[in-house]
């Protein structure tokens, strides 16, 4: 995977997403998508361990931390949006 494609697989485009797209996107929607993707994440890093495969089984699992991060801040956000 080249570096350009690992940090765009990382990075979340949330707050661009819903503009590039031509509509809007609700938080919750944003929310489920990214719950989604972790869950994903989570079986590919899951498979890697069994394989055995140290390296592939750490970037897996470098991918799930990122993304449970991702939605964190994603969930603070809709709070202190909800507030407001």
């Known amino acids: 995977m080249s570096s350009e494609r690992k940090h765009s697989a990382t990075l979340s485009r949330a707050p661009v997403a819903s503009f ?7 938080a ?16 590919e890093r ?4 069994v394989s055995g495969m ?14 449970e991060l991702q939605l964190d801040l994603l969930r603070q956000a809709a709070r202190l949006g909800a507030r407001s």
């Open 20 to 26: 590039q797209r031509g509509g809007v996107i609700s």
């Open 28 to 43: 919750q929607e944003e929310i489920a998508a990214l719950q989604v993707r972790i869950a994903k994440a989570e079986s």
């Open 46 to 49: 899951d498979s890697w361990r």
């Open 54 to 67: 140290q390296e592939k089984y750490l970037e897996a699992y470098s991918m799930v931390e990122a993304l």
